[in-house]
């Protein structure tokens, strides 16, 4: 099966300051489409999770552009330009790839603002 | 509006059994993949079943042998059968829309389940 990594699972950050999260997958997330089956979701306090990125890079619906999301194969990362208070929450990165045996999210990073 | 409703969350004794509902708005439950996904206490997301629009189910190995996903295509319905409660089952679950080119778009409120003696 395969296994979800992200780091760090703290990120405290200023706001109006950068962020990176990272994601790590044990065995190579790209579809012999060419899409990488990589996504992200912010839960935010008291909240559903909801869908950020999908397809390893692309935006969700409504997602605002400081959000970016790059990477293939098994390295992924996900940066936000300049952290606004409402970004804080925990991020998780998903593998949507092998569907047997499912899906696999990673720990989960906590973003808070300093 | 596109809209997942869970319920049947309770407070259960271990071995017992349980079935959680998700109702669906807005969508039809049996032309998409459909999950179920778990949060405990204070811990991250856990996925826990899917069932595509071919009726194929798949498990997380947690739960395999105990849980069942199913739906109801005249009520639009997604359900989660849980057998043999444990503990660890004890949280709120999910239900979740997924589509390769959205991801887990739309997601309910949640239902909880406590697994307890």
């Known amino acids: 099966d395969i296994v979800m990594t992200q780091s760090p699972l703290s990120l405290p950050v200023t706001p109006g300051e950068p962020a990176s999260i990272s994601c790590r997958s044990s065995?190579?997330?790209?579809?012999?489409?060419?899409?990488?089956?990589l996504e992200w979701y912010l839960q935010k306090p008291g909240q559903s999770p909801q869908v950020l990125i999908y397809l390893g890079s692309h935006r969700a619906s409504g997602v605002p552009d400081r959000f970016t999301a790059s990477g293939s194969g098994t390295d992924f990362t996900l940066e936000i330009s300049r952290v606004e208070a409402e970004d804080v929450g925990i991020y998780y990165c998903?593998?949507?790839?092998?569907?047997?045996?499912?899906?696999?999210f990673g720990q989960g990073t906590k973003l808070e603002i300093k | 509006e596109v809209r997942l409703v869970e319920s049947g969350g309770d407070l259960i004794q271990p071995g017992g059994s349980l079935r959680l509902s998700c109702a669906a708005s807005?969508?039809?439950?049996?032309?998409?993949?459909m999950s179920w996904v778990r949060q405990a206490p204070g811990k991250g997301l856990e996925w826990v079943a899917v069932i595509n629009s071919r009726g194929t189910t798949y498990y997380a190995d947690s739960v395999k042998g105990r849980f069942t996903i199913s739906r109801d295509n005249s009520k639009n319905t997604l359900y989660l059968q849980m057998n043999r409660l444990r503990a660890e089952d004890t949280a709120v679950y999910y239900c979740?829309?997924?589509?390769?080119?959205?991801?887990?778009?739309?997601w309910g409120k949640g239902t909880t389940v406590t697994v307890s003696s």
């Open positions: 807005g969508f039809t439950v049996s032309s998409n993949y």
């Open positions: 998903m593998q949507a790839l092998q569907t047997p045996p499912g899906f696999t």
């Open positions: 979740a829309r997924w589509y390769d080119f959205w991801g887990m778009d739309v």
């Open positions: 065995q190579s997330l790209l579809h012999s489409n060419g899409y990488n089956y």
